[in-house]
């Protein structure tokens, strides 16, 4: 039910999302832009993470989320009005965030395309994750 009214809120704003989509490349990485990483612990050990990213889950293994604990958890690594990128194993779960981020709650997104797996496919090393 609650992916059933999130699917709902963020269709029904997406036309008005000002966000930025930017393919990811390892030169993106070199910016000084914070970058949150919303995959499942599992994908973290996984892949390892980007060096620097501050890990942040949003969907778990079952697809649930909790808003609240996520914004927590955000607001404790960005300021609402500094820049940050989100970035997820393929850009799929990013999208959605970014827009409900941008669009209803003010935050300066730029959803990073193509995730973890084009970095990794451009020859980016991740690190590995740290609990």
């Known amino acids: 039910m609650k ?3 999130l699917g709902l809120l963020l269709l029904g704003t ?3 999302a000002e966000l930025q989509n930017v393919w990811v490349t390892p030169d993106f990485l070199k910016k000084d832009i914070k970058i949150i990483d919303v995959r ?4 973290w050990k996984e892949t390892g993470i980007v ?25 404790k690594v960005v300021k609402k009005d500094e820049q940050f990128a989100l970035i997820c194993r393929t850009g799929s779960r990013t999208t959605e965030i970014s827009k409900f981020l941008s669009s209803q709650l003010g935050y300066k997104v730029i959803n990073l395309k193509g995730g ?3 970095l990794m496919h451009e020859g980016y ?7």
């Not at 499942?40 to 994908?43: A, I, Q």
């Not at 060096?51 to 808003?67: L, Q, S």
């Not at 090393?125 to 609990?131: I, L, R």
């Open 40 to 43: 499942t612990p599992g994908e």
């Open 116 to 118: 973890m797996k084009k």
């Open 14 to 16: 997406s036309l008005f």
């Open 51 to 75: 060096k620097g990213a501050y890990t942040i889950m949003f969907f778990d293994e079952k697809g649930r989320f909790n808003v609240p604990k996520f914004l927590e958890q955000l607001d």
């Open 3 to 5: 992916k059933i009214i």
């Open 125 to 131: 090393k991740p690190v590995a994750y740290k609990p």
